[in-house]
């Protein structure tokens, strides 16, 4: 974990350093020689890229990812303070809603397998893999939001503002839980185990989720770490939609600022969190079935 | 009860040879081919995908609009008969330049699937047939590599190399063929013990000859589903770089490219310009995914997700 996470560093810091032309190259403008001599004395920038890489490892251990270049007294550190609880509060509703909605969805149309319902559901989840989360939300704020006025646009405050993005974050992995929820579900139900409980004469509530739920949403933890990420990226993309100050709107604004310290100190917080979000996952899952074996190696 | 033995009558031999085996001989491919076509859903996506690529190939034939032609009197009409899904804000003529992003977002998806085919073949079979020691430090690498959240680095690599087609295809193959490694190795590793690598071997057969010969014509189904689901991922992450203003560059247009440009104009009535990248988007990844279910079920029913 650690060794990946240490690849990534230096992976992005010296791709950031490839790039040709320093932060100070404004196109057009002159600047003085003197000033951005002493600009890159501030950053550092003036020492040999081996000490700069040194200098920034050190930083990172203490946990300071560094300036913004572009937004000259913010750093990432207090970006990603004000940016990160926002993002996190609309990631953990949209995953929920997601995991929720999903296995409720599954369960349902394994449960009337090639009904009218599980057709429904499966077309449901069918758009929500093939459909990119962009049109989603324009979707969503253009007959929500406008045609109807049932919900403010964009911005963020009140519940009122997260229903729309969290809706339309949690469209794409709803729809891949509800799918793979449905395709356990119709095998768990063929099980010897399940006949056992029907001739025992259990309710059919009972046996759906005490014995047959349990075993198909196992498969569905393994999945999180992926999930996760796919929120991740997806709230680049929903954030800068719906106006949201979160750290995926940093993230996208570093991008087209060029801010290389902004890219450099997200994305190795976003690669921290996701390989400790994986680790934790994989612990769970160690401890939720009791088959797995940690010290085994995967396959 | 007693049954007299003057009720016992000799069945009569059947003409021909009970030997012989009546139907024609099926090879796997055969079979896999046989498979599939029964399934309805994995034929219609073939047949779309089949219609996708011709339009891409032919396309700009089919239209007398240019995809660069701007014509600014005509800006955000409507579809009518003359353009028929459409202009954008510049006057360009939206079926053009659907039929023209066809080809850009379908060659980014094949190429994209196709270098990861031959990396991830190569690398796999590699590790998965030596074993031992080299499979252990290749897996080390990959296990770290695979740990790295792909999307970071595709954007991170496009940054630095700036937006461009060919960028495009670089970054989403330098973390794509990870998956694809390690697959083949795993397909690798299992087929290696069976009994006709083991009969080969005993026959002086080199290993190059069988990887080639035996592993990776057993292996090429499980591929094959393999690169079909990662044709449409290659798209859709084209799509989403686009998003963040780092896809294709202008005058050039791939789909994600063209919904991008669409989305602020949903508000102002102009749906055409968002409706058609984005239906034709899902349309790829829908028939792909078909395909790949399909694909799927026929060569390892057992592994259905």
Known sequence: ?299 | MQVPDHLFVPMPKQAGNAEAIVRPRQTFWQAAWHNLTKNKLAMLGLIIIVLLALLATFGPYLTDQSYTKQDLLHANEKPSSVHWFGTDELGRDVYARILYGARISLFIGLMAALIDFVIGIIYGGISGYFGGRVDNVMMRIVDILYGIPYLLVVILLMVVMGPGLLTIIVALSATGWIGMARMVRGQVLQLKSSEYVLASRTLGARPAHIIRRHLLPNALGVIIVQVTFSVPSAIFAEAFLSFLGLGIQPPRASWGVMANDGLPTILSGHWWRLFYPAFFISLTMLAFNMLGDGLQNTFNPKQRR
């Not at chain 1, 963020?156 to 891949?176: D, E, F, Q, V």
């Not at chain 1, 996701?274 to 769970?284: G, K, P, Q, R, T």
């Open chain 1, 1 to 299: 974990m650690l060794i990946t996470l240490w690849l990534i560093v230096t992976i992005t810091f010296f791709l950031m350093h490839s790039v040709p032309g320093s932060p100070f190259d404004r196109d057009g403008k002159e600047a003085n020689a003197t000033v951005i001599q002493n600009m890159m004395e501030h950053y550092g920038l003036d020492k040999p890229v081996a000490v700069q890489y040194l200098m920034y490892l050190k930083s990172l251990v203490t946990l300071d990812l560094g300036p913004s270049i572009a937004h000259y007294p913010d750093s990432v550190n207090s970006m990603i303070d004000r940016g990160f609880p926002v993002s996190l509060s609309l990631g953990m509703i949209a995953l929920v809603f997601a995991i929720i909605c999903g296995i409720a969805l599954g369960t349902v149309a394994a449960l009337r397998q090639n009904g009218l319902l599980d057709s429904f559901a499966m077309i449901f989840a069918v758009i929500g893999i093939t459909v990119p989360n962009f049109v989603v939300a324009t979707m969503l704020i253009k007959y929500v939001a406008v045609e109807w006025k049932l919900l403010p646009v964009a911005t963020w405050g009140t519940w009122k503002h997260m229903i729309l993005p969290a809706l339309a974050l949690s469209t794409g992995p709803l729809a891949i839980i509800a799918r793979l929820t449905r395709a356990n579900m119709v095998e768990v139900l063929t099980q010897d185990y399940i006949e056992t409980a029907r001739a025992k004469g259990l309710a059919p509530a009972t046996i759906v989720f005490k014995h047959a739920l349990r075993n198909a949403v196992l498969p569905v933890v393994t999945l999180l770490g992926a999930l996760i990420a796919n929120i991740l990226t997806g709230s680049f993309v929903i954030e800068k939609i719906f106006a949201i100050p979160g750290m995926g709107k940093y993230f996208v604004d570093g991008i087209n600022n060029r801010d290389y310290a902004v890219i450099m100190g997200t994305t190795v917080f976003y690669s921290a969190l996701l390989i400790i979000m994986m680790f934790l996952v994989d612990i769970a899952y160690g401890l939720i079935d009791p088959r797995i074996k940690l010290h085994k190696k995967g396959a």
